[in-house]
């Protein structure tokens, strides 16, 4: 075999190699990528079709974002990542500074936790203060700095005898539930920059109040004179001689007695008035000399 006829062999085996390769890409690897870039030239032309779409999303995000954030900068609250029962009584212990006196009995119940938050609840029973008091103490769990929770409330109107002053004294038994919250593996809502320094508004009418007393004490008070047990002995203008517990004194016009005063002194009819207020209810009592028959 001569040379130029090897080296036609040669070529002829390169071409064809080639061939067989340029005709693979053509039929086999071209078609393919074509239909890849195809693809990926519609989801191209798809999403700027939805550019419009996707900007609207974007902007709604944005403000959702900013309103989400003004709430989180101004929230006035704090939730701590635990709560323990001795820091929720020292929490307390404000609320009483704040609100005068108050005194209560406080009681763990249990804890209810869910997913990323929770609450501890606690009972305060066997409490007493006046409502203006209470109200204080109640304003101070709904706006103080933590949050609390009064799941449910209890309350009504005690009256007793103060045993020194004969005076009824009147107050608010009261018993409430209350949920101290705490959020799990947020620190950041622990403290609150929109916090500040709880300002007390002046409490509301008393509802508890009532004009009639139920319950009047018997015993007069030293040093009063019960006008119910007075004996008229003389009547002048503006002033009547009385005899109180075997001693005669002397009452002008307007003179304080236990429950009232002295309203009128009438010479004519030789008569002493008093106006009473027993418990809300006004009694007028008229005392006159009373003469010997003979």
Known sequence: MTYKLRNTIALGVVWLIITLLGLSLWAYWQPRQIKKI???????????????GLTDDVQRLTVQFQDIKRR?????????????????????????????????????IGTNEKSSWGYNAYNLYNGEAQFENLFKFVYFLENGRRLYK??????????????????????IAFSMEIHAFFVRNVPELGTSLAAQSLTMIPSPYDPFHNMITQTLATEVPPGEINADQVLVKAVLPGKAFVLTDRALIVLHLGDKVWRGNVTRVNPAESAVEFTLDEGGVVRKLIKKILFDKR
Do not use: C, H
Not at 38 to 52: C, H
């Open 38 to 52: 195809n693809k990926e030239t519609q989801a191209i032309n798809k999403q700027l079709e939805d550019l419009p």
């Open 72 to 108: 989180y900068d101004s929230r006035s609250k704090e939730i701590p990542q635990f709560d323990v029962s001795s820091q929720t009584y020292g929490y307390m212990s404000q609320g009483i500074d704040e609100a005068g006196f108050l005194k209560f009995d406080m009681k763990f």
């Open 150 to 171: 009064i799941a449910s409330m209890q309350l009504e109107q005690k009256e007793a005898i103060d045993p020194d002053t004969k005076d009824v004294t009147k107050w």
